[in-house]
Nanobody, 127 residues
Framework: QVQLAESGGGLVQAGGSLKLSCEAS????????MGWFRQATGDVRDFVAT????????EYANSVKGRFAISRDSAKNTVYLQMNSLKPEDTAVYYC????????????????????WGQGTQVTVSS
């Protein structure tokens, strides 16, 4: 059973940084796609970033490009989201997601590409 556990959220001032972690367990993820999404209160869940575990190829939402960086550590089975130059509009619950390679035909910025989700971690950016 795949399990994803996020950590690293918190309260930070605008312009600050946070690093989120997502520890994955339950199988080998070498050919999987991992992603980060976020959901602000009263809003839909939006794509943030994604990475292919084996190749390391990444994609980002335009709103975070140049400020956020997704990475993975295979030895620790952990995916990270480094968030810099944070803005109040980055405030949201951040979710880690894992996608089976059989879903390759679904765009990586779509929630449907991922079949396992973590519980989420709150990020609050004060102005």
């Amino acid at each position: 059973q795949v399990q994803l556990a996020e950590s690293g959220g918190g309260l930070v001032q605008a312009g600050g940084s946070l690093k989120l972690s997502c520890e994955a367990s339950g199988r080998t993820f070498s050919d999987w796609r991992m992603g980060w999404f976020r959901q602000a209160t009263g809003d839909v869940r939006d794509f943030v970033a994604t990475i292919r575990w084996n190749s390391g190829n990444t994609e980002y939402a335009n709103s975070v490009k140049g400020r956020f960086a997704i990475s993975r550590d295979s030895a620790k089975n952990t995916v990270y989201l480094q968030m810099n130059s944070l803005k109040p509009e980055d405030t949201a619950v951040y979710y880690c997601a894992a996608g089976d390679p059989r879903l390759y035909y679904i765009p990586p910025n779509s929630q449907g590409r991922y079949d396992y989700w973590g519980q989420g971690t709150q990020v609050t950016v004060s102005s």
